[in-house]
């Protein structure tokens, strides 16, 4: 059995609307898997039946042979850390510092390292200089900052991240994005990255894309993003690469490459060839 299994998931707030009507996947261990999907789609509330936080109509979560449910939802919310879309619902704490800790404080870890963990990590996210400072003084990207530092400092084996750097600016987010990269680089940790930012997307080991409550794709994500068509039509953009094939597609030059690098390679040829 897979790391994470989803099977058969239902779940819906009102009976109006049948929000996830079926969502099944599975994810390895050590994968980095973005969820894509337009706005509405469910995919904050999959997060949140992820974490058993909301409880499922009608299928499964399987997570290490775990099923989620009330015997196991201890032992599974110990492993695992989330980074919820809104950071505001996330601090209690009266300083930076308490916030980042919060989590650990259920974890067994002495003072001592409590304060180590929180150090190192604050540094990770650029945030040593606002650790005495009250949560709710900082921006929208700070507050994502310290969620994200809480739950690194956790060091759990299944991170989820809602939208987590949304708040952030060009460069914010992309430092942010190399630092999970590289902690993902060990394998251990596995990652479910619910984002807009395609380019993410792109380049995950796996991308699932969620419509009308269910999985509609589930591929590399250089795969899912291939037909740019659809993907205009469930209302998500192009990434980069998928714009540049389309302009030299008009063109009459059809590029194969999937990244930038591949591409600019078919390029040179191409002048060089004419
Ligand atoms: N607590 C809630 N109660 C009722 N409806 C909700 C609640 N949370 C979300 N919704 C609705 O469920 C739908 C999916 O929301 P959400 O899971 O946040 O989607 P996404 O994260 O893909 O944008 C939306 O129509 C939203 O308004
Ligand atoms: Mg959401």
């Not at 449910?69 to 201890?74: A, F, H, P, Q, R």
């Not at 390292?113 to 606002?130: H, I, P, T, Y």
């Amino acid at each position: 059995m897979s790391f994470i299994s989803v099977r058969n998931l239902k779940f819906s707030y009102d009976e109006k609307q049948q929000l996830l009507d079926d969502v099944s996947f599975d994810i390895n261990k050590g994968d980095y898997v973005a969820i894509v999907g337009r706005n509405g789609s469910g995919k904050s509330t999959l997060a949140k039946l992820l974490m058993g936080l909301e409880s499922a109509d009608g299928g499964s979560i399987t997570i290490d042979g775990l099923e989620l449910n009330e015997e196991n939802i201890k032992k599974i919310r110990a492993r695992m850390g989330i980074v919820f879309q809104n950071p505001d619902n996330q601090f209690i704490g009266a300083t930076v510092r308490d916030d980042i800790a919060f989590g650990l404080e259920n974890r067994c870890v002495s003072h001592e390292d409590m304060q180590n963990l929180v150090d190192r990590f604050a540094v990770k996210v650029g945030l040593e200089n606002l650790l005495d400072k009250e949560p709710e003084a900082l921006s929208g990207g700070q507050k994502q900052r310290v969620a994200l530092a809480g739950v690194l400092a956790m060091q759990s084996d299944i991170i989820i991240l809602d939208e987590a750097t949304s708040m952030l600016d060009p460069r914010g987010r992309d430092t942010i994005k190399n630092l999970v990269r590289e902690l993902h680089k060990d394998k251990s940790l596995t990652i479910i990255s619910i984002t807009h930012d395609i380019e993410e997307a792109y380049k995950a080991d796996d991308c699932i894309l969620l419509c009308d409550g269910r999985v509609c794709d589930h591929n590399k994500g250089k795969d899912v993003f291939k037909d740019a068509k659809r993907i205009r039509a469930i209302g998500l953009d192009v990434p980069f690469v998928g714009k540049v094939k389309e302009a030299f597609k008009e063109k009459g030059i059809f590029l194969e490459g999937d990244s930038e690098e591949e591409i600019v390679g078919e390029l040179w040829q191409y002048t060089l060839k004419n």
